[in-house]
């Protein structure tokens, strides 16, 4: 373990994980280009080295000081010594520094990863005998957090767009929840139907103002029927007080 892991200090927002020879010239790509526009500060390892070779300490130390890790799992993510010792380092500083980690799953499916299966099988086979452990169960931690899943109807400037808008949430300090690989897909949707829900600190809020005006309004109107229309609701209670308001005159007028 690295003695800065104790003491982070950020550079980077997000520190993206991916196989160049899969991704780099395609969806990797515009991934960057598209955190780029949204000001967010990304270190990207397109370093392409032998099988076999050692992570570098600037690698480990960029690693280190990004908040968030993006992880792009392709189907050739696993061939790559490189890819799966980044992946390690990444679940280290996940479980010491509370490092955000975001799984994206593109052409492949979380049970590949998590199972080890097809290319991520072949590759640990053949792997040295002291790293599979620890490579097998990076894998299986990571596939298991919430993330993304590229399903294939699905247009990919819309998919990318959904995940830097939940990276510069992040970023910013503001609430965002991305659901789990098992919440992603929607219960009551169709085969093939994806749904990401994101709650923004701006739609609590307004739920908070919508219940605070309810409150107002039973004070001072009596009690009042809630209905989930929201437009309805402030109407009917509106209405309800214009009506209390005019039993009360008429009530000192007859008086």
Same mark, same amino acid.
């Given at each position: 373990?690295?003695? %800065? !892991? ?14 160049? &020879? ?6 990797? *790509?515009?991934?960057?280009?598209? !955190? ?21 300490? /600037?690698?480990?130390? &960029?690693?280190?000081? #990004? ?18 010792? /980044?992946?390690?380092?990444?679940? =280290? ?52 957090? *919430?993330?993304?899943?590229? =399903? ?23 609430? #965002? ?10 219960? #009551? ?6 749904? #990401? ?35 309805? *609701?402030?109407?009917? %209670? ?5 009506? %209390? ?8 007028? =007859?008086?």
């Amino acid at each position: 373990m690295s003695p %800065s !892991l104790s003491t982070p200090t950020y550079e980077y927002d997000v520190f993206v994980s991916f196989r160049g &020879a899969d991704t780099r010239t395609s969806f990797t *790509a515009h991934l960057l280009a598209a !955190l780029d526009r949204k000001s967010i500060r990304v270190y990207k390892d397109d370093i392409n080295l032998p099988r076999g070779e050692e992570i570098g300490p /600037e690698l480990l130390k &960029a690693i280190e000081t #990004s908040k968030i890790a993006v992880v792009v799992f392709s189907k050739n993510y696993a061939t790559s010594d490189w890819c799966l010792d /980044e992946l390690v380092k990444i679940m =280290e500083c996940k479980s010491v520094l509370n490092q955000r980690v975001l799984p994206i799953f593109y052409d492949v499916t979380e049970s590949e990863v998590v199972e080890q299966k097809g290319n991520f099988a072949e590759s640990l086979s053949n792997g040295p005998e002291e790293k599979v452990e620890s490579w097998t169960a990076a894998l299986t931690e990571v596939a298991n957090l *919430a993330g993304f899943r590229l =399903e294939p109807s699905r247009p990919e400037p819309e998919f990318i767009e959904e995940i830097v808008e939940v990276i510069w949430k992040r970023v910013k300090g503001e609430s #965002s929840t991305v659901q789990s690989r098992r919440q992603i897909d929607n219960p #009551s949707a169709g085969d093939g139907e994806d749904s #990401s829900i994101i709650i923004s600190q701006n739609d609590a809020l307004s739920v908070q103002n919508a219940i605070a005006e309810w409150s107002r309004l039973f004070f001072f109107c009596g009690p009042v029927s809630l209905i989930y229309d929201h437009a309805n *609701a402030r109407e009917c %209670s509106v209405s309800r007080c214009v009506r %209390s308001s005019k039993t009360l005159k008429s009530h000192k007028s =007859e008086v």
